[in-house]
């Protein structure tokens, strides 16, 4: 890494993490009965529920809707859950795909759902990861197919009563499709 002119460091010259995925391989998501896990759903939402730490709380009024968007399929919510348990073949999970802002639009991210491609292309199984309307296009262009899609509330109003400023978000499931190599 070049340190002289490079704006892909933060201000201090401190090398950053250009970008980051979290997979799961057919059958991790599941515990010892073949569940999908009972709490959190995913292991990085379980290890957190069970650290009885608090998880960071998104305020759309202080992080803004572009930012609640992008994180919103990273809600626990049992649907998905579901959604991933009635998946008709195996496959590998997309729990976590980022790329650092410096380096968006250069590849980087389709760099890595090929690694994961090549990974579920050798176990002959498909990719399957759920995202905010803002990832979908990029996705597809990457060879994904939305399967479901959902709105997702995301009111800070815990007093059920309806919040006008809340029509919710739209989440999507997403496959890539394991195909044989003639």
């Not at 990457?142 to 709105?151: A, C, D, K, R």
């Amino acid at each position: 890494n070049n340190n002289n002119n490079n704006n892909n460091n933060n201000k201090n010259n401190e090398e950053v993490t250009a970008a980051v995925a979290a997979i799961y391989p057919p059958g991790d998501l599941e515990d010892d009965t073949g569940s999908p896990m009972s709490t959190g759903g995913d292991r990085w939402c379980y290890g957190l529920s069970t650290s009885n730490l608090p998880p960071t709380f998104f305020n759309k009024d202080v992080v803004g809707n572009e930012v609640i968007q992008r994180m919103v399929a990273m809600k626990v919510d049992g649907s998905y859950d579901e959604q991933r348990k009635n998946y008709p073949r195996d496959f590998f999970y997309v729990a976590v795909l980022g790329v650092h802002p410096n380096f968006q639009g250069k590849g980087y991210g389709k760099l890595l759902l090929n690694v994961i491609a090549s990974y579920a292309k050798k176990a002959k199984a498909d990719c399957y990861l759920e995202c905010g309307q803002p990832n979908v296009a990029f996705y597809q262009r990457n060879g994904y197919q939305v399967l479901w899609e959902t709105s997702v509330s995301v009111s800070n109003n815990t007093d059920n009563k309806q919040d006008d400023d809340d029509d919710g978000i739209q989440t999507y499931g997403m496959q890539w499709l394991y195909q044989e190599e003639e």
